[in-house]
């Protein structure tokens, strides 16, 4: 039994990482680009959500609309081709944070499952399904002169 647990791990830990690289960026990518898209559908609504049900401090309801807005319709799409994708998690995971702090401190559970993929990204990369991993290998191949 024992070498049975031991060789199907061994199998799972084959798994290609830039598989699951690939899916965490694109599905915390569908979440934000969703989210970004009923914002631009609706705009007087979203803006008046802002201004009272968000309530985002300090930031004007029309700037922080338009702030949310751009970052969930950029940031998914960097990430979904893997271009800057470190970078691009950073705004996420700060719209995240406020949407925690401030909007909905309840759904803790599903902002720290968004957060995690965001920082699992962040910290471990795009994998090789990305424009990044691309860029990275022509720039190493490149000889100096």
């Avoid at 705004?91 to 309840?106: A, C, S």
């Amino acid at each position: 039994m024992i070498d049975f647990y031991r060789k199907t791990v061994a199998t799972l830990e084959q798994f290609p990482l830039s598989i699951l690289q690939f899916s965490f960026r694109l599905g915390i990518a569908v979440v934000f680009w969703n989210s970004g898209l009923v914002k631009i559908q609706s705009w007087v609504p979203t803006v008046a959500l802002f201004a009272n049900e968000y309530k985002v401090p300090v930031i004007p309801p029309e700037i922080a609309a338009i702030m949310a807005a751009a970052v969930e319709l950029t940031c998914p799409v960097l990430l979904v081709i893997g271009l800057a994708t470190r970078l691009a998690t950073i705004p996420m995971l700060g719209v995240t944070f406020v949407i925690q702090t401030f909007v909905y401190p309840d759904l803790w559970h599903l902002h720290l499952a968004w957060a995690t993929t965001l920082v699992f990204i962040l910290t471990k990369g795009p994998g090789a399904i990305s424009l990044d991993h691309l860029i990275e290998r022509a720039s190493n191949r490149t000889v100096v002169a």
